[in-house]
């Protein structure tokens, strides 16, 4: 008798676990929504007018306004540079990971695809990262830029967060689109004699 | 002077077995603390990407180094002064020396190859280094643990906690080596050591429920099915994994609730064998360890299955969204070789047992 009550307890019980892990649970979670992180990007240069040897500031302050996210990026790109060496400088930065310089010809990730779609950079750029991200939390950047050469000279400004589910992850929404395919800001400083 | 050393040399050998456990102790805790750093900082670069050697989960593990150090340094100590059955510890001793060996150089070997070569991965000659180390370590500590409750003929609910101490640094040291040979977690910017996916997919289902039934069977027959010992066992492996795989990861939080699912099939296998204290019995109970192996090793095994049957990019965010959503292929492709493989797990736990408690 005492046998088969156990043989009955274990019957029912593993039964109980297999509906419970192969069928019911999965069916609940896959039933909710996906995290969305969306980024919030506000950028500044400090001056629109200045003079050859004069430097001005570049201020980003981005902010996840949507769900947990795992990664969190904010890029400013210099499409009149080859190379930032002498001419950008970090000035302040409080994102979780080291920025990532990235030169022309480095391989990088594009179209939003999380790195399965790649091209070959055509100008260099930096890379502010953060992860984890929750809800609510802001982070800065502010670069000093001293350009070498008289004329315009171009920053372009993005923030994208990983997972990247759908145009919410991503800001800009729309405009110009960069050597990534990704849109972005753009700002313009006119470089004088 | 002479008459106190002479009092302090027969006191530790009168003592030395119990100085052996002592040791074996220490050994299979400082690898049970490794082995708990380890899981907690591969969760610690999916989710932070450190980008230092620095980390907290480093110091948790080198903390078991220093203890397992230890822990072999008492062991030798011990041996040295035992004055019957050294042959009895002789193995245990070996196992736990070439485990620190290891153990100790992956330390530097480690951070000359972070110099080098930046962050590695999961798998590299530094990684694998330390979970050689870990591995002998652990079964040093467990032969050492489980010959002395034998010697002593030791069988009350210390020595099965004493049990439980010596076998789960082993079972969470195994994972990590079948991790390491089969989640897709080590290519790096210098080198692609990712296993191929239909290798990895093969060692996952193969060895993952095979080493869940090993050990816990071996746990009971070296406790003599003692009710409970399964139990405590699967619950604190189940504890350890879900603390630091699944606990410091936000988005997998509510899952935690689908995890502690997995201590039914533990209880029922507990249930079975010290209810029916045989070899047939313990197959049954081995083949319902085996089967859950999927629920078991959640959420990183994701990542091996995702590989060979989806190879789509999974952020840590999204593991559970895409665990689930394999979970219909995974069960159908594995339940059947899951189940086998937990039956032989079993029936080499009754061979593995008797060789434990076997001298050499």
């Not at chain 2, 999916?46 to 480093?58: A, C, D």
């Not at chain 2, 008492?74 to 004055?83: E, T």
């Not at chain 2, 196992?95 to 620190?100: C, T």
């Not at chain 2, 959420?299 to 689930?324: A, C, D, Q, R, W």
Request: glycine share 8%.
């Amino acid at each position: 008798m005492k046998k088969f009550i156990i043989i009955g307890i274990i019957v029912v019980s593993l039964s109980a676990y297999f509906a419970m892990t192969v069928f019911v649970l999965p069916e609940k979670f896959l039933g909710k929504d996906q995290f969305t992180p969306t980024p919030y990007l506000e950028a500044e240069v400090s001056s629109t007018q200045i003079n050859l040897g004069e430097s001005f500031r570049l201020s980003t302050i981005s902010e996840n306004i949507g769900d947990y996210g795992d990664i969190h990026i904010v890029s400013a790109a210099f499409p009149t540079l080859t190379k930032t060496d002498g001419i950008v400088r970090m000035v302040s930065y409080d994102f979780s990971n080291s920025p990532i310089y990235i030169e022309s010809g480095d391989e990088i990730g594009a179209k939003y695809s999380g790195g399965l779609e790649t091209v070959y950079a055509q100008y260099p750029s930096i890379e502010a990262m953060s992860r984890p991200i929750h809800p609510g939390t802001k982070y800065t950047m502010d670069l000093q830029i001293t350009p070498d050469e008289l004329g315009p000279f171009t920053v372009y400004v993005k923030s994208i967060d990983i997972p990247h589910t759908s145009s919410l992850s991503h800001f800009p929404t729309e405009g110009q689109l960069d050597h990534q395919g990704e849109y972005v800001l753009v700002y313009t400083v006119n470089v004088n004699p | 002077m002479e008459i106190r050393q002479t009092q302090f040399h027969s006191s530790l050998q009168k003592n030395s077995p119990k100085i052996f456990l002592i040791g074996s102790i220490l050994a299979s805790l400082g690898i049970l603390l490794v082995t708990v750093g380890g899981s907690w900082d591969i969760t610690n670069h999916l989710l932070n990407k450190p980008e230092s050697f620095f980390s907290p989960p480093h110091a948790l593990m080198y903390s078991g180094v220093a203890i397992g150090l230890i822990g072999a340094a008492i062991s030798f100590l011990g041996y040295r002064n035992l004055q019957e059955s050294k042959d009895v510890f002789r193995l245990p001793l070996q196992l736990k020396f070439i485990g620190i060996f290891l153990l100790v150089g992956a330390g530097p070997f480690d951070y000359v190859w972070h110099s080098n070569f930046g962050l590695d991965g999961l798998l590299s000659p530094p990684h694998f280094t330390l979970l050689g180390g870990m591995l002998f370590c652990s079964l040093g500590g467990m032969f050492g643990i489980s010959r002395f409750l034998k010697t002593r003929e030791l069988k009350n609910n210390f020595a099965n906690y004493l049990l439980v101490l010596a076998t789960l640094p082993v079972w969470l040291a195994g994972s990590g080596v079948i991790s390491s040979l089969s989640l897709p977690f080590s290519n790096t910017d210098y080198f692609e050591f990712n296993p191929e996916p239909t290798f990895a997919f093969v060692i996952a289902t193969v060895a993952y429920p095979f080493f869940i039934s090993l050990i816990c069977i071996v746990t009971a027959k070296l406790s003599n099915f003692k009710p409970g010992v399964i139990t405590i066992l699967g619950g604190l492996f189940l504890l350890i994994y879900g603390m630091t795989a699944i606990v410091p990861n936000f988005a997998l939080l509510e899952s935690v609730e689908f995890y502690s699912m997995n201590m039914i099939p533990i209880v029922m296998a507990d249930l079975i064998v010290s209810f029916r204290k045989t070899k047939k019995v313990s197959f049954v109970a081995g083949g319902i360890l085996g089967s859950g192996f999927y629920m078991v090793y959640y959420p990183y095994i994701m990542y091996t299955y995702n590989e060979f049957l989806l190879g789509k990019l999974v952020s840590p965010s999204m593991i559970y969204h895409t665990y689930f959503e394999l979970m219909p292929q995974v069960i159908q492709f594995t339940i059947i070789p899951a189940v086998i493989m937990g039956v032989i797990g079993a029936l080499v736990a009754f061979r593995f047992s008797n060789k434990i408690l076997v001298k050499n």
